[in-house]
């Protein structure tokens, strides 16, 4: 999953689901996050940078402020942003692991970028089989929240790397 969805954002899916299936499967990928949340931190560290959590990015919060919003509807609207998010690795893997080298980037500078490649993969098939469960009766909450994580990731992506383009369409 991105950094942004920390642990604390699973936790809190954990926490506030409305069945006990989800508040398990919530509960799971907090748990693995934790564990990457940490390597984030170090492979930051080892670019001389550090991550402030009281002070994200501006995309990053705003992120933070429609995954709270969830909390309102049906938990299942989560899956749809775990959908996108744990399902990026799926497309993006090869091509990034392909420029490491290019980079010059060394293994302590990409542990959570190499372990994202491999764990991402269990993940995204965990999360499309739990929106095959619940996709008949929350459709259009799993869809939308879908759509909007995938805005979501273009703008953190544009953040992340200081692209400089026309601004994204708004997330309504």
């Given amino acids: 999953m991105i950094p942004c ?17 989800l508040r398990e499967f919530y509960a799971h990928l907090a748990a693995d996050e934790e564990s990457h949340y940490v390597l984030a931190q170090a492979d930051l560290r080892e670019f001389g940078e ?23 509807g ?11 998010a744990e399902n990026i ?7 990034v692991l ?18 994202h490649a ?17 996709m008949d009766e929350h459709a259009g909450q799993i869809t939308d929240a879908a759509a909007k994580m995938s805005q979501f990731w273009i703008e953190i ?3 992340g790397f200081r692209v400089e383009t026309s601004p994204a369409p708004a997330i309504a």
């Fill in 5 to 21: 969805t920390t642990t604390r954002s699973t936790a809190v899916a954990a926490q506030q689901a409305n069945t006990e299936e």
């Fill in 50 to 72: 550090e991550v402030d959590p009281a002070n994200p990015p501006p995309p990053v919060q705003r992120f933070h402020e429609y995954w709270q919003s969830l909390a309102a």
């Fill in 74 to 84: 049906h938990s299942a609207a989560w899956l749809g942003v775990l959908y996108v």
């Fill in 89 to 95: 690795a799926k497309y993006a893997t090869g091509p």
């Fill in 98 to 115: 392909e420029l490491f080298p290019k980079l010059e980037l060394n293994k302590a500078q990409t542990r959570w970028l190499r372990v």
């Fill in 118 to 134: 491999e764990v991402d993969l269990e993940h995204g098939a965990e999360v499309q089989a739990m929106c095959a469960r619940y």
């Fill in 157 to 159: 992506m544009q953040e």
